[in-house]
């Protein structure tokens, strides 16, 4: 099991940025794939982005193509969602989540799962 702790979330302008962050504890997070989901009012959670264990592979939501960034650092146990560019429709809960094995935009192949952090973007 790996327990996951997001943080970074906050009011921020259209246009400007945010960092995510996603502190891991437990087993060894390098072998774990994980990814970012967000949950807006009202509507479904949905995938944002998601990298291998290694870091090599990532893979991105259309809607975020270019604007954000997923990255980790297995030494920090920690994952990163770099966004840039923010739109007001970013506005959503986001979460991180982890599996063993490959990564996945399916998020109910994710069995572990942080409380999420919300984001918010004025126009």
């Known amino acids: 099991q790996v327990q996951?702790?997001?943080?970074?979330?906050?009011?921020v302008q259209a246009g400007g940025s945010l960092r995510?962050?996603?502190?891991?504890?437990?087993q060894a997070f390098s072998r774990c794939a994980a990814a970012w989901f967000r949950q807006a009012p009202g509507k479904e959670r949905e995938f944002v982005a998601?990298?291998?264990?290694?870091?090599?592979?990532?893979?991105?939501?259309?809607?975020?193509k270019g604007r954000f960034t997923?990255?980790?650092d297995n030494a920090?146990?920690?994952?990163?969602?770099?966004?840039?560019?923010?739109k007001p429709e970013d506005t959503a809960v986001y979460y991180c989540a982890a599996r063993r094995l490959i990564s996945t935009n399916v998020q109910s192949e994710y069995d572990n799962w942080g409380?999420?952090?919300q984001v918010t973007v004025s126009s």
């Open 115 to 117: 409380q999420g952090t």
């Open 4 to 11: 996951l702790v997001e943080s970074g979330g906050g009011l």
């Open 50 to 64: 998601h990298i291998s264990g290694s870091g090599g592979t990532t893979n991105y939501a259309d809607s975020v």
């Open 76 to 86: 920090k146990k920690t994952l990163y969602l770099q966004m840039n560019s923010l």
């Open 70 to 72: 997923i990255s980790r």
């Open 20 to 26: 995510l962050s996603c502190a891991a504890t437990g």
